[in-house]
């Protein structure tokens, strides 16, 4: 058995097919002035070809995959035309004096590498899709291709890493499963994937050297374990459970709300970052937006977006989820990921520095553009506000000065909600503080957990430490709900674990009135809350607060709940 990441849910059992790279040496060459002019034709030819590409694939797409998910190649169409990338190709060609195939595969793996240093996995994860449309360039100027034709009906497909391309080409009819080294949820070809119905599951570290192609494998995509050359018994087990796991899917989704055993209605909402994924939410059932992340909106540009733009987006949302509550996260950025357009430091340590709230209350003209630019969205739709990075009720009361002024500014508006954002232990131990200030929190645990315990999950030193489970992160969690319910202010959580089934349990016990996850967790988390007795929930829950690590936490959770 191996245990990796479960990025499309669902079960496969198949035959292993597995899916090299590039079946091509791009090889380096140093050109006189005189092949320049041949080189830049070379080029220019090439981008012409993958453009007309991409709009096919962008047609095909639309009908295999929908409207939504084919706007990954529309992205890839404008990144083609986008002049950071055309500008490195060209400047290592007549500059550097490269051949055109070295100074695609360089320029492309530079700004892939600028995606892979960020600090939001999300952004990381668009470094595929540039290396993508590099290895569609270089297709073009070398004739290279990947072992990816004629893939045998009933195969598992095992890769490295797989590009949104790639993905898209594959039919749930032949592939059985898809298994990568590398990539994420986030990933454009998790998103295909998902959208496909293919089990998938990531970040199985040494897979190409573990399997070879003909292994029968079984694959659960819902728990992302992988069993290699299992038993006809086993087989048969998983044969039996993706059966029911359909079944159990259309209930799911379709068959009312989450609520336990007792009664207690508990709204699983998604965690989103653009319009796409908010389509996606509902197919999943999600009962609203509790986090919709803004910030694609401003990174990887030279302006600022516009107040019209935003407005489109958000209203797109919005409209889209048809009077569901949507909660809009204002910019949530610092000084990891450098804006061009505004006159960031380079911090010693950007986490503890100038980053949501604080960094938007500075560049107060961005943060009251963002706001107009909701306000007028909301009448389109169940809007909330929420503020990041709260750790004082002097910065709320500067927000809401902010938000009046865009009110004064802006003709017409529907009543919103405010809320914040609870990530620091400041603003846990004054929920009782806050909670007088705003409509609602939302607790997000992958930053409380950070600042709460002192550990930087992004450095494999320390990243053991990091873990959500410890009983001073649920004290935390604990202090926030009961506060703002003594003030019958509502409360959510947004972190990812929110999305682990074995949370559901301490979640609901624990009082929360909203849980927001990536859309494929949903199903499965509905089920476990289902199956819960608030009462009982609510017992384990308190006494989780009384242990002294997370792993004690686990272990009665297991218990308490029969693996739920």
Not at 159 to 182: C, M, N, Q, V
Not at 247 to 271: C, F, M, S, Y
Not at 336 to 348: C, I, M, S, T, W
Request: hydrophobic content about 40%; proline content about 4%; overall charge negative.
């Amino acid at each position: 058995m191996i245990k990796g990441l479960s990025i499309s849910p669902g079960i496969g059992i198949g035959k292993i097919y597995k899916l090299g790279g590039m079946q091509v040496d791009i090889l380096e060459r140093t050109i006189s002035e005189e092949e320049i002019p041949g080189e830049m034709k070379r080029l220019e030819e090439a981008l012409d070809k993958a453009k007309v590409e991409l709009k096919e694939l962008v047609l095909k797409s639309r009908e295999k995959i929908g409207k939504e998910e084919a706007q990954i190649f529309e992205a890839h169409l404008l990144i083609l035309e986008d002049p950071s990338l055309t500008d490195k190709i060209t400047e290592k060609i007549k500059g550097e004096k490269k051949n055109a195939s070295w100074a695609v595969k360089e320029a492309v793996e530079e700004v892939a590498r600028t995606f892979e240093a960020l600090d939001d996995e999300y952004f990381r994860a668009r470094a595929v899709d540039i290396r993508d449309i590099g290895e569609r360039l270089i297709n073009f100027l070398e004739s290279g291709h990947r072992r990816t034709g004629e893939i045998p009906p009933g195969s598992v497909v095992a890769a490295k890493e797989l590009t949104p391309s790639e993905t898209a080409s594959f039919s749930a009819e032949i592939i059985r499963g898809i298994l990568t080294e590398k990539g994420g949820p986030t990933s454009h070809a998790a998103i295909v994937a998902r959208a496909l119905g293919i089990p998938a599951i990531s970040s199985l570290p040494g897979l190409m050297d573990k399997v070879n192609d003909g292994d029968i494998v079984v694959l659960d995509g819902t728990e992302g374990v992988v069993y290699l050359n299992p038993s006809e018994e086993l087989i048969l087990e998983f044969e039996e459970k993706r059966k029911k796991l359909k079944q159990q899917q259309e209930l799911l989704i379709w068959g009312g709300p989450a609520a336990t055993k007792d009664g207690k209605r508990v709204e699983l909402a998604a965690n989103i970052r653009d319009p796409r994924e908010a389509k996606a939410a509902i197919k999943q059932g999600a009962e609203g937006i509790g986090l919709f992340r803004t910030e694609f909106l401003f990174i990887n540009r030279e302006q600022p977006p516009s107040e019209e733009e935003q407005f489109e987006t958000y209203r797109e949302v919005l409209e889209l989820m048809e009077g569901r509550p949507v909660v809009v996260r204002t910019l949530d950025i610092g000084g990891d990921k450098p804006l061009p357009y505004l006159d960031l430091a380079q911090e010693e340590n950007p986490f503890l520095g100038l980053r949501g709230i604080r960094l938007t209350l500075k560049y107060r003209d961005l943060f009251k553009t963002q706001l107009k630019a909701l306000l007028r969205a909301s009448l389109y739709g169940n809007l909330k506000i929420m503020y990041p990075m709260v750790a004082s009720i002097e910065e709320v009361r500067e927000a809401k000065k902010i938000l009046e002024e865009a009110k004064n500014e802006v003709n017409k508006w529907a009543p919103v909600e405010i809320g914040i954002m609870i990530e620091t232990p400041a603003a846990a131990l004054s929920a009782d503080i806050l909670a007088r200030e705003v409509d609602f929190f939302s607790i997000g645990t992958n930053d409380l957990t950070q600042y709460t315990l002192a550990v930087d999950r992004g450095n494999e030193e320390v990243t053991a430490l990091y873990d959500p489970y410890h009983p001073a992160i649920l004290r935390l969690i604990y202090t926030t709900v009961e506060a703002a319910h003594k003030f019958n202010k509502w409360v959510g959580l947004c972190g990812e674990l929110g999305g682990e089934v074995t949370a559901a349990a301490l979640l609901v016990g624990l009082g929360l009135d909203e849980i927001s996850m990536s859309p494929i967790f949903i199903p499965q988390v509905k089920q476990a809350i289902l199956h819960l007795s608030y009462e009982e929930a609510r017992k384990l829950a308190l006494k989780a607060l009384e242990l002294l690590s997370g792993q004690e936490v686990r272990e009665l959770l297991y218990a308490g709940t029969k693996g739920y």
